[in-house]
């Protein structure tokens, strides 16, 4: 392709031409650093603003363009004519050299063109800022599944010269393209950030769809307007470009911002029932019998790990895909690993001799949603029988069923809990429960979105309970790296069974389908596993699959860091095992911190005349806290596996916490 590029500069209207091989956008904006920014606007941070009419080519001498950019004076909105690109072209102004705020205002004409295919991926005609990076921030009609490009507009930043796509990094304004001359604002406030109007009314007037701090641009340093390139392209045409320069900001984007902090009701729940140093011996064929017995179990794995995941401390599966089978329990058997599994027909005929089975499962996360075309058999008389509610509310007695389908209902799992155990009472019912548990309002319940009364009723059908929430790969930022749901969901599963069962919870331990930036730390997944137990969890179950980009059900084997971090975690747990199944001693421990962000929660234990207290901060700041003891006076507080120590005075003494540190302290007198 034969690409004219203006520049001006030191030779003002110089035209050089050159030959590029274009592919799309990023080609068009990374060339416009090859050819150089010496183009320069002589526009400064004066009073007024400057203002670009399109009248005439003179106009074009003030920008680097590439490809096809002229005055076109057939399409004008005011005056003689138009800046008008056409398809896969591109016309920069640059303002300064370092990024600043401002103010630039612009009309865009819409035509309305769109490719045939507006769910495949690509960009119309877009106008917007750079930044001193090759940072864009643009708005235009962007096209990919999960958009309508064709109709609205969209807000993409990229950065082409690292191979970024206007699709990939996007926020949708749902604002409609409608034909003819539309006013266009950026207001880079420098105390406020960015904001942008659209015929002069704010883009976040009604709805709050475009967030600055998301966009991760600080400042600006150019204008920069590009055609379509999708399809044949879609022309655009600009008119009376309007810059009012201001200062360098005094604020910069956050993106993610942090967390919410723990809520203030979520606390150390004392115990609700009689304590049960060994809950699980009441089972002849159950997991363990004795107080040195802590579950620590691994989620659906190969057989053929099992001895791999008992050297990291692992003394438990839970799940057998597609069984269990002859092979996979003799494997297990082979490894000494125990296995809870599905109560199926060959299981059901060698209940006396496959001792490696101490549980049977229930179907995994029966509170969320499940397909109407699969699980409901499309039969919506089998949603009339379990969510009659639905059934009625639905009108589904003279409609078709439109949705993706409800949840299980809890009566049905009770009803199958019922059922194994009839087939066999020897071993205990394992119910896993999804993020409904910890997550108010999490849409994959579908139907029964927020209706934590269903949660009392499932749990009648297991006889241990466990949930799962990964905090660290969720995108939501209702709960990115808020690990304190972990302990909310092991609290709020206490109350709903009073504490008469058992509550474990799933772990994550690397990225499982977020970008790897999510992927959590060591650190991270130590505070999970801990606030979980001092919150009342009685085992850890470990989430170590990857689906993307690559499925790898054993992730966590490939991962020698994180490995060697649970290894460390699941020895710890092990060795204190007989300490966390003591009773929890309440009454004789109060904490406060220094960091009211940042609480940091603890329980006390007494086990062989020594008393230990294991705390952890709940949030992501550093704080200081401050531990008062009944019935002591100076003694010193071993910090286990740390190598130090913690004098206490008058059964007082403090210590400093990382944001989500652990301490586990063992006190002599």
């Known amino acids: 392709m034969q690409l004219k590029v203006r520049a001006c500069g030191v030779h003002h209207g110089t035209i050089i031409r050159r030959r590029y091989a274009m592919k799309g956008i990023a080609t068009l904006v990374t060339a416009v ?15 007024g603003p400057k203002v670009i009419t399109f ?41 300064r050299d370092t990024n600043g705020t401002g103010k630039v205002e612009f009309w865009v004409y819409e035509d309305g063109a ?46 082409p010269g690292n191979n970024e796509r206007p699709w990939q990094e996007v926020q949708y304004l749902g604002i409609r393209r409608k034909g003819g001359w539309h006013k266009w604002t950026f207001d880079f406030d420098p105390e406020k950030g960015l904001s942008i109007l659209f015929d002069g009314k704010n883009v976040n007037a009604r709805y709050k769809r475009f967030i600055w701090n998301k966009s991760k641009l600080n400042g600006f340093t150019s204008v920069v307007f590009f055609g379509g390139t999708t399809g044949v392209g879609q022309v655009l045409w600009v ?10 900001s005094k604020v910069a984007t956050h993106w993610p911002p942090p967390p919410p902090t723990p809520p203030a009701g979520l606390t150390v729940l004392a115990p609700l029932a009689k304590w049960n140093p060994t809950p699980y011996a009441r089972w002849k064929n159950g997991p363990g019998k004795d107080e040195s017995y802590f579950p620590i179990a691994v989620w659906l794995q190969d057989p053929k790990f099992a001895s791999r995941y008992k050297d990291a401390g692992i003394n438990l599966y839970i799940g057998l895909w597609k069984g269990p089978t002859a092979k996979q329990l003799a494997e297990l058997e082979a490894a000494g690993m125990p296995v ?14 496959e001792k490696i089975i101490v549980g049977w499962m229930q179907g995994d996360e029966p509170d969320n949603a499940h397909r109407f075309k699969t699980y409901w058999k499309s039969d919506k008389e089998k949603i009339k029988e379990a969510w009659p509610e639905i059934y009625r509310k639905r009108g589904l007695a003279t409609k078709a069923y439109r949705g993706y389908g409800p949840p299980v209902p809890p009566k049905w799992i009770v009803r199958d809990y019922k059922q194994m155990r009839k087939n066999d009472p020897t071993r205990p019912v394992f119910l896993g429960l999804g993020q409904g548990v910890a997550w108010n ?8 979105r927020g209706h934590l009364e269903d949660y009392p009723e499932y749990i009648k059908g297991a006889d241990i309970i466990a949930f799962d929430i990964y905090p660290v790969n969720e995108t939501t930022l209702a709960l990115k790296d808020a690990l304190w749901y972990v302990p909310r969901g092991v609290v709020r ?59 790898n059900e054993h992730a966590l084997l490939n991962n020698p860091k994180m490995l060697a971090a649970i290894t460390a975690i699941n020895k710890r747990i092990k060795q204190l095992a007989p300490v966390l199944n003591s009773p929890t ?24 005349g020594a008393t230990y207290v294991f705390a952890v901060a709940m949030y992501q700041e550093d704080t200081k806290a401050t531990f008062k003891l009944a019935g002591i006076g100076t003694a010193t507080a071993e910090v286990i596996g740390e190598g130090r120590t913690v004098s206490i005075k008058k059964g007082s003494f403090t210590d400093a916490f990382k944001g989500n540190a652990v301490h586990l302290y063992r006190i002599t007198e």
């Not at 008119?239 to 360098?248: F, K, M």
């Not at 499982?512 to 969890?537: C, L, Y």
């Not at 309440?586 to 960091?595: A, D, I, M, Y």
Request: aromatic letters at 8%.
């Open 239 to 248: 008119d009376d470009l309007s810059v009012r320069l201001g200062p360098a």
């Open 493 to 551: 599963l206490r109350k709903w069974c009073g504490d008469k069962k058992p509550v474990w919870v799933h772990i994550e331990t690397g990225s499982i389908s977020a970008a790897p930036r999510s992927k959590p730390t060591p650190h991270q997944v130590k505070a999970e596993v801990w606030m979980a137990i001092i919150h009342g969890a009685r085992g850890i179950d470990y989430f170590v699959h990857q689906f993307k980009p690559k499925f």
């Open 340 to 353: 809870i599994c599905h109560q199926n027909e060959y299981a059901l005929k060698h209940l006396g001799d």
């Open 33 to 47: 650093f090859i050819v150089g920014v010496a183009a320069q606007l002589a526009v400064g941070a004066s009073a």
């Open 585 to 608: 001693i309440t009454g004789e421990l109060t904490v406060t911190s220094t960091n009211p962000k940042t609480p940091v929660h603890a329980i006390m234990k007494k086990r062989g």
């Open 441 to 448: 309002t999490y849409i994959g319940r579908g139907e029964r």
């Open 114 to 159: 769109a490719p045939a295919k507006p769910k495949a991926y690509g960009a119309g005609a877009m106008w917007g800022l750079m930044q001193a990076d090759g940072r864009v921030l643009a708005v235009g009609p962007v096209y990919a599944p999960y958009l309508s490009g064709d109709k609205t507009y969209a807000v993409p930043t990229f950065n």
């Open 55 to 95: 009248n005439n080519k003179a106009a074009l001498d003030r920008f680097v363009i590439i490809g096809d950019v002229t005055i076109d004076t057939t399409r004008k909105r005011e005056g003689a004519g138009s800046l008008k690109l056409a398809p896969k072209s591109k016309a920069v102004l640059k303002l």
